[in-house]
């Protein structure tokens, strides 16, 4: 059974945070730092070539970490596979040993360093949830028996501070009507994005981790706000960052800030450092947030 599952039915604050593997094959790396945030973090995001710049494929790493006694969140995007590939590669991912899925669209190749590449996007995120979902239920998306059935916890994202709220939460109760169990949400930057949005979702039933990014400079924030969608990061933060003596730590304390804010309103956080990994206990400290990754038996 998932252990972010169990955790996420208790009433401490849950972490989860992400992992990239290389542009290579050495996992040393990063799995020293997943050793490093035992104690902090209850599950680790294994992303899938992010922003579509091509990378060693999550399933290695995802299954190294279940022979450490950590547990991944496998992410599995519409970007690289049709229907057969996804749940063929969802079902492998259960055979290893990995319990959590997060359900993306994933980015347009465009975007990456690959321009060339075919898009698939024969599912769009409902769908391949309702297929995992399936899977889980016994049945592929055809409706073929399976001759046994993984256990899946089923994740989705969602954008607390979507520019058409009344959409996003209408795509946030479809993709939990295919069977998602849990969203981590895109990284929020104003805690009143948190305040319009948390009275829409308060009746779900389906815990939400906040998404926090370690801001490292005033580049990088001005940075983001130009290329990323989704991404709004308020001028009065960037002016903060500027006129810091040491960006670094100020971006720290900024999203500590922000980190106390949301697990005041939402069941958890939902990390992205970027390369920080070591700076995560630091940001989980400033918030309060201690030991959230105990066993939880």
Same mark, same amino acid.
């Given at each position: 059974?998932?252990?972010?599952?169990?955790r996420?039915k208790?009433?401490?604050?849950v972490?989860t945070?992400e992992?990239n593997?290389?542009?290579?094959?050495?996992?040393?790396?990063v799995l020293?730092?997943?050793? &490093?945030?035992?104690?902090?973090?209850?599950?680790?995001?294994v992303?899938d070539?992010p922003?579509?710049?091509?990378?060693?494929?999550?399933?290695?790493l995802?299954?190294?970490?279940?022979?450490?006694g950590?547990?991944?969140?496998?992410q599995v995007?519409?970007?690289?596979?049709n &229907?057969?590939?996804l749940?063929?590669?969802i079902?492998?991912?259960a055979?290893l040993?990995?319990?959590?899925l997060l359900c993306?669209?994933?980015?347009?190749?465009?975007?990456?360093?690959?321009?060339?590449?075919?898009?698939?996007f024969?599912?769009d995120?409902?769908?391949?949830?309702?297929?995992?979902d399936?899977?889980?239920?016994?049945?592929?998306?055809?409706?073929?028996?399976?001759?046994?059935a993984?256990?899946?916890?089923?994740g989705a994202?969602?954008?607390?501070?979507?520019?058409d709220l009344?959409k996003?939460?209408?795509?946030?109760?479809?993709?939990?009507?295919?069977?998602?169990?849990?969203?981590?949400?895109?990284?929020?930057?104003?805690?009143t994005?948190?305040?319009?949005?948390?009275?829409?979702v308060?009746g779900?039933?389906?815990?939400i981790?906040?998404?926090?990014?370690?801001?490292?400079?005033? &580049?990088?924030?001005?940075r983001?706000?130009?290329s990323?969608?989704?991404?709004?990061?308020?001028?009065?933060?960037?002016?903060?960052?500027?006129s810091?003596?040491?960006?670094?730590?100020?971006?720290?304390?900024?999203?500590?800030r922000?980190?106390?804010?949301?697990v005041?309103?939402?069941?958890g956080?939902?990390v992205?450092?970027?390369?920080?990994e070591h &700076?995560?206990?630091?940001?989980?400290?400033?918030?309060?947030v201690v030991?959230?990754?105990?066993?939880?038996s």
């Open positions: 059974m998932s252990q972010l599952a169990e996420l208790g009433s401490q604050p972490v945070a992992l593997p290389p542009k290579g094959v050495d996992l040393s790396g020293a730092s997943a050793e &490093r945030l035992r104690s902090f973090v209850s599950a680790f995001n992303t070539s922003s579509s710049v091509m990378s060693q494929g999550s399933l290695a995802a299954r190294m970490l279940v022979e450490r950590l547990e991944p969140v496998l995007t519409c970007r690289d596979r &229907r057969i590939a749940q063929s590669d079902l492998a991912a055979a040993g990995v319990r959590n993306l669209t994933g980015d347009d190749p465009r975007t990456g360093d690959h321009p060339e590449a075919k898009p698939v024969d599912l995120v409902v769908t391949l949830t309702k297929a995992a399936s899977l889980r239920r016994g049945a592929d998306l055809a409706g073929n028996r399976l001759k046994d993984p256990d899946l916890f089923i994202v969602v954008n607390p501070g979507a520019p009344d996003e939460l209408a795509r946030m109760h479809q993709k939990i009507e295919a069977g998602c169990a849990f969203f981590q949400a895109q990284a929020v930057f104003d805690l994005v948190l305040d319009r949005f948390a009275p829409h308060q779900l039933g389906v815990p981790l906040i998404g926090i990014i370690i801001l490292k400079s005033a &580049r990088m924030a001005q983001m706000n130009q990323l969608p989704g991404i709004n990061i308020p001028e009065v933060l960037v002016r903060e960052l500027e810091a003596v040491d960006p670094g730590a100020k971006g720290v304390e900024i999203a500590g922000l980190a106390k804010g949301a005041a309103r939402f069941r956080l939902h992205m450092a970027l390369g920080w &700076r995560i206990p630091e940001v989980l400290e400033r918030a309060g030991n959230p990754a105990r066993d939880v």
